[in-house]
């Protein structure tokens, strides 16, 4: 019974993961944190050094990381203007959904970005006092992003004289390109690159993978694998 419920948990989140990218929505934030927790209690458990972009995205979230006694080294957040913001948005629903009126992917794109905001000033509010902006409007490329992010990292982790490994949230605004940011930085400080987006990805396909080799070796009477 329990690993039947499992079977049923993961396909439910898989399609309900589905459903929000089919159209550009959050995913729910009990999914989110539960991937999230397990990564975060693997990590902690190797004493691993790591840097989670896309995560939080907004006040329960946020409060998710103080409820389990995770405070961050480095919580960084990346500020554009609105008006860029609204742009890389509308370019990438304008990719994604060719079809549809620009009139319509611009009103999509101006509340995507009033979500994105209200949502950042609330883990602002979570993390007040303990957080550093970087404006990125000023930067030409986002491999400049990254360079001057690696000085801020590397003079903090100085100044800190950290006794454990470095544990780093990067926030950044929207269709902004987090993954690649963090992916370098991950590289260049020889951390781990959590990815929400990643951890999203894996759970829709292990809804055709995994569930589906549970179940048949249930019908099966057969040992399910470790």
Known sequence: DLLQKEIEKKESNARQIETNYNVNSMVDDDIVIDLVRNKIIEYEEKNASYIIEGFPRNRVQAIFL??????????????????????????KLKNKFPDKKEEELMELAKSSVDETELNMTAVENVFKGFYCELPVDKFESEEAVTDELGKLLKFKAKTNAARRPPRIILACPPSFGKEEIAERLASRLQIIHVS????????????NANSRDIYEKL???ELVDD
């Open 196 to 207: 929400i987006r990643d951890l999203l990805r894996k759970e829709i396909q292990l809804k």
């Open 219 to 221: 019908n099966n009477n």
């Open 66 to 91: 103080q409820s389990v006694g995770l405070l961050p080294d480095n919580v960084i957040i990346l500020k554009t203007s609105r008006e860029n913001a609204q742009q890389r948005v509308f370019e």
